[in-house]
Every structure is written in C-alpha cells, then in structure tokens.
C-alpha cells in the first residue's frame, strides 16, 4: 500500500515534468502534450470505459446508481473536512461533519442523504481549490494519462484527495472500488458527454474550457454553479441536476 500511495505521487509528478517540455499555444503552452494524451484518453473511453458504463447502465437501475454516487461522495468526507478548514471555512466544515456523521448512520453509509434535509447543506471543496484560496496559481492546462484534465495545482491536490480517502488506508479492494466510481460517474454522464462530442467543433477545445472555467468557479466559491459530486472523474466537466442526491421519496 505504501508503494502504491508514493507512486501515484511520483507518476503525477513526473507527468507534469514530461508535459513541461512541450510547447504550445500561450492559452495552452502544453498542447503538444495535451492533445497526443486526449486522444489515448479518448480512445480508452470510447472502446473500453464507454462500453462498460452502458453495460453497467443496462443492469443497474438509476436510483441505484445515484445511490453509489452518494457513496462515493460521502467517503470523500475527509478531503472536504480538511480543505474547509484550510480555507478557513470553519461553519463549511461543520456542515461537513454533520452530514457524514447522519449520512454514514441514518444514511446506510452514505447510499441516501438525510442530511441535506435536516439541515446541513452540500459542499464541495477539495485540495485543489484550498490551494486556489492560498492564492497558489493552477499553472498550464494539463491532461494526464487515464486521468484526465487537470493542472499542476490540480494534480498535487488531487494526489492529497487520494490520500486522505478511508479507501486507501482501510483494508478493502481499493481498486474495485475505485474502478466501480469511474464506471459509475461515466454512465451517469454519458448523455452530457455525447451531447458535447456531437455539438462541439473541437471536443478537446470544450474539455478544455470547460475544466478550467469550473475551476476557477470553484476556487472563486461559486459552488452553487456546481452541485456536489461523488468524486468521479468528470466531475469538473459536466454539471449534473441537484435532485441527483434528493431521496426517491422526495417530489
């Protein structure tokens, strides 16, 4: 497990470090690394992760998927906590222990969200944006293998997010787990993500400004432009309608 945490962090790092020898653009000095990497990436959805999404659609019901969001979400407990709090944020990381501590009882670990409606709102702060907070600059547009779109910022916020996840630390099938939250965050943005690839004129272009201008949106504090998130890997492209976390009881 400790190889496994240092090597997130050494392969992030050294993504970064290849990607700092590309040129491009002044928007995107990194392009001729960036674009190469889109397409592996989009390869990979197209014929593998995409695919298993729509199968994982097919047999499972959309309450159900949106009840493993809810999960997913609610393990992320620790990285909002300590961000919060890093931001100074103390009524934000209140709210945040309250509703992990009903969630994770009352809400069957997290698979529904009584808290929101006792009282205790939704937040979505992670490293990354702390960072934004402390007046650290995101650095050049980045997309890492298997990843995604991110930042130098981003990247080593992201690595912190992993870190602080119960799932790396307890002594469960970490990686089923994690492969389970990709495939779930993919079906559940897939309608969003077709959308963009049919209507865009360049794909990369709109992944790209898309990424960026949520986070920045973020790190300005304008979550209420982004609902809260289980922690997949679209979560900063694709905004998805609050009444994903409503309980199936709720109008």
């Known amino acids: 497990m400790k190889r496994s945490r240092g090597g997130c962090i050494a392969w992030l790092a050294a993504a970064a470090l290849v990607a700092g020898c590309a040129k491009g653009p002044p928007e995107d000095p990194w392009q001729s ?13 197209r014929w593998v992760l995409r695919p298993v999404a729509l199968g994982w659609t097919f047999v499972t019901f959309e309450e159900m998927r949106l009840a493993v969001r809810r999960f997913f979400f609610n393990l992320a407990f ?6 919060s709090l890093g931001q100074g ?25 009584p808290a929101t409606h006792v009282g205790f709102p939704r937040h979505d702060e992670d490293f990354g944006q702390m960072f934004g907070r402390w007046g650290v600059p995101p650095g050049p547009y980045l997309v890492l293998p298997g990843l995604g779109p991110s930042s130098p910022r981003d990247a080593v916020g992201s690595a ?18 994690g492969a389970l939250n990709v495939v779930n965050s993919r079906a559940l943005a897939d309608d969003e993500i077709e959308r963009a690839r049919a209507t865009a004129l360049d794909f990369y272009v709109f ?25 997949g890997p679209y979560d900063d492209l694709y905004d998805l309608p609050d009444d994903l976390y409503e309980l199936p009881d709720e109008e």
């Open 33 to 45: 690394w960036n674009r190469p990497m889109f397409r592996v990436n989009e390869a990979a959805d």
């Open 78 to 83: 620790p990285s909002r906590f300590v961000s």
């Open 89 to 113: 944020e103390g009524q934000k990381a209140a709210d945040e222990a309250g509703r992990f501590l009903l969630n994770s009882t009352v809400g069957i670990a997290g698979l529904f969200d």
């Open 160 to 177: 912190l997010d992993l870190l602080t996840n119960p799932l790396l630390w307890l002594d469960v099938p970490i990686y089923g787990l």
């Open 207 to 231: 992944v790209r400004d898309a990424y960026v201008q949520n986070r920045a949106a973020a790190v300005a504090d304008q979550e209420q432009r982004s609902p809260a998130r289980g922690g």
